[in-house]
């Protein structure tokens, strides 16, 4: 299968394509693995992209559908891959069709994973991080540690990261709404469309998708 998954942040994205792919034997391929991958390797678009966020602008559309076009041209991902974060907005999802196309090849859903904004500002905003192993992770309502703003594992002192502060997170959602939400009724058009609900257990979510997507490929 190919697949495209969208959703707002904290959605669970990551983990849940983490258990997808697994799930359906296909590659997961995220934007944040391709931007780390192609710039610790230096290929020539890795290169790129690093001289755009080093002088602190946005990669261009056309570098990230590169990056991600030569990892979908790997052998692995002949049978299907599972996309998290590609695509971004419109036109990358119309370079992706014209990718697509241009290979005899096409998706065969989009998994929208549907989270409350409350929700999300919730999950994010709750969490906290130890200074000494940022791998430590609490959160304020779901997983507490036993003493407040310490870890539990090696007794590190425990922080919100500025990038999860509520108005941070907000403003996250309102550039997801903006930029990334309108691929949904892009995809709805052509019928891609599978909408499930994040909320509940990472098994419980990931049970639904599969469950949604079987159902799609067979109607299909």
Known sequence: MRIVLVGPPGAGK??????????????HISTGDLFRANISQQTELGKLA?????????????????MAKDRMEKPDAEGGF?????????SQAEALDEMLQSENMKLDAVLDL?????????????????????????????SRPKQEGVCDVCGGELYQRDDDSEETVRTRLEVYHTQTEPIIDYYKAQGLVVTISALGKVEEVTARAMEALKRDEDGK
Do not use: W
């Open 114 to 142: 549907e989270v409350p904004e409350e929700e999300v500002v919730k999950r994010i905003a709750g969490r906290r991080i130890c200074r000494k192993d940022s791998s430590h992770v609490f959160h304020v309502t779901y």
């Open 82 to 90: 599972l996309l998290d974060g590609f695509p971004r907005n419109v």
């Open 50 to 66: 690093k001289s755009y966020m080093d002088a602190g602008n946005l990669v261009p559309d056309e570098v990230t559908i590169g």
């Open 14 to 27: 990551g983990t849940q394509a983490a258990f997808l792919a697994k799930n359906l034997s296909i590659p």
